[in-house]
């Protein structure tokens, strides 16, 4: 069988290198699976904290005899040990959920080098886990598919070290123009919200924050 993935889990599966990846919050196992379908890699470790969702994991990977696969309950990289893969993926988890997980993983000394990482939302907040580790930014994409925006960046030892605007865009905010679309029509949608909640704090500290990130735009 063809493995199809989603217009994001291709972005994420094109940043992988190496040939050994664990997936946290593997879901149903389609990501490994395509890896080893394409040639991109010999070893996965998909990882999950429902038994469920490993167990169609594992059932997918067992059509692909040459594969050394695993499957791990697990939260986080907890079931994962130091250097055990090349890459670390973890996408469709929340950025406060992803950035408590690599932090309490950069605590008990295990690292990888590269990670892979596509949080939902508040993805400044695993940029900023990683900076404080040690890691910058490699490669760093803004999406869009079925109408939702999305952010795929990958991280290692050498990547680039973010500014404050870019921890939160990403590091290739002033000429993608995905995020010009992003920006602009968040920017509208913040400045609506302030028509019926005129001290909306938070609302405040985005509108200003993302009409600064509007005045760096090269292609504005």
């Known amino acids: 069988m063809r493995i199809i993935l989603s217009k994001r889990l291709k972005m994420v599966a094109s940043m992988v290198t190496g040939d050994s ?11 490994g699976a395509y890896l080893y379908q ?26 692909f005899k040459g ?6 309950v697990s939260d986080g990289c907890d079931a994962l040990k130091d250097q055990e893969v090349d890459t670390l993926v973890m996408a469709g988890l929340g950025g406060t959920e992803m950035a408590i997980i690599l932090q309490r993983a950069f605590g008990e000394n295990k690292k990888y ?30 999406l869009k598919e079925g109408g939702i925006y999305y952010v795929v960046f990958s991280a290692e030892r050498d990547g680039k070290i973010p500014t404050k605007n870019e921890i939160y865009y990403g590091i290739n905010f002033r000429t993608d123009p995905v995020f010009k679309e992003y920006c602009i029509n968040r920017i509208e949608h913040l400045n609506n919200l302030l028509l019926t909640h005129e001290k909306a704090e938070g609302v405040i500290a985005n509108l200003e924050r993302l009409n600064a990130a509007k005045k760096e735009l090269i292609n504005d």
Not at 21 to 31: E, S
């Open 67 to 72: 594969c050394q696969s695993a499957s791990r």
């Open 21 to 31: 990846i664990a997936d946290v919050g593997c879901d149903h196992g389609k990501l």
């Open 113 to 142: 080098n590269r990670y892979v990482l596509s949080p939902n939302r508040h993805p400044e907040k695993v940029r900023q886990v990683l900076l404080e580790n040690g890691y910058g930014i490699k490669e760093d994409v803004m």
């Open 38 to 63: 394409n040639g991109k890699i010999n070893k996965v470790i998909n990882m999950d904290i429902s038994k469920a969702s490993l167990d169609k994991a594992e059932e997918l990977m067992s059509q």
